[in-house]
Antibody, heavy 123, light 111 residues
Framework: EVLLVESGGGLVKPGGSLRLSCAASGFTFSNAWMTWVRQAPGMGLEWVGRIKSKSNGGTTYYAAALKNRFTISRDDSKNTVDLQMNSLETEDTGVYYC??????????????WGQGTMVTVSS | QSALTQPASVSGSPGQSITISCTGTSSDVGGYNYVSWYQQHPGKAPKLVIYEVNNRPSGVSYRFSGSKSGNTASLTISGLQTEDEADYYCGSYTLRNTLVVFGGGTKLTVL
């Protein structure tokens, strides 16, 4: 069974940092391109960023508005993908999902989602 | 303000069919056949119901179908069931400031 389990969410003050982690199991993690999607309370989905598999260069791509503050990394030895978030703003509040696309549709068909972890940015 | 435009709400009775539209631009919906649709029940993670405009993932009911014309994609749910009541989001591949843009979501009510 494919499982994605996020952790690391919580309450942080504006300007602070937070590191989210996603533990994957049930599939060959090293082959997967992993994505983060977030959802503000009562709002729609927002694509955050993606990291390719190392065999495809391990390159990252971010939403332009987040590029300078968010960083995605992966550890294939631990089957984890992390999202480092710096200079957090109140608008970053929301549920953050770790997501995986269908093989061959890594960037456009997200069929595996974690349960999400809540990030609250507030003073 | 979301990049893709969806109606805020639609409704239908059990057994009926409904269609949800998703309007973008030539930089997203109109430019690629990589439109997907997601169903989200309250407090749950989204679930993929359609990808690549009109493909259903394994396990998704045949009652869900997708189409596209120009810059507008559509999700049709036939034979409405009470469990279809949920929020629905469209998504499209793009290379404009991001890789994927989503719609603002449509709340489906099954009366």
């Amino acid at each position: 069974e494919v499982l994605l389990v996020e952790s690391g969410g919580g309450l942080v003050k504006p300007g602070g940092s937070l590191r989210l982690s996603c533990a994957a199991s049930g599939f060959t993690f090293s082959n997967a391109w992993m994505t983060w999607v977030r959802q503000a309370p009562g709002m729609g989905l927002e694509w955050v960023g993606r990291i390719k598999s190392k065999s495809n260069g391990g390159t990252t791509y971010y939403a332009a508005a987040l590029k300078n503050r968010f960083t995605i990394s992966r550890d294939d030895s631990k089957n984890t993908v992390d999202l480092q978030m710096n200079s957090l703003e109140t608008e970053d509040t929301g549920v953050y999902y770790c997501v995986m696309g269908i093989a061959g549709h890594w960037d456009d068909a997200f069929d595996m989602w974690g349960q999400g972890t809540m990030v609250t940015v507030s003073s | 303000q979301s990049a893709l435009t969806q109606p805020a709400s639609v409704s239908g009775s059990p057994g009926q069919s409904i269609t949800i539209s998703c309007t973008g631009t030539s930089s997203d919906v109109g430019g690629y056949n990589y439109v997907s649709w997601y169903q989200q029940h309250p407090g749950k993670a989204p679930k993929l119901v359609i990808y690549e405009v009109n493909n259903r993932p394994s396990g998704v009911s045949y009652r869900f179908s997708g189409s596209k014309s120009g810059n507008t994609a559509s999700l049709t749910i036939s034979g409405l069931q009470t469990e279809d009541e949920a929020d629905y989001y469209c998504g499209s591949y793009t290379l404009r400031n991001t890789l994927v843009v989503f719609g603002g979501g449509t709340k489906l009510t099954v009366l």
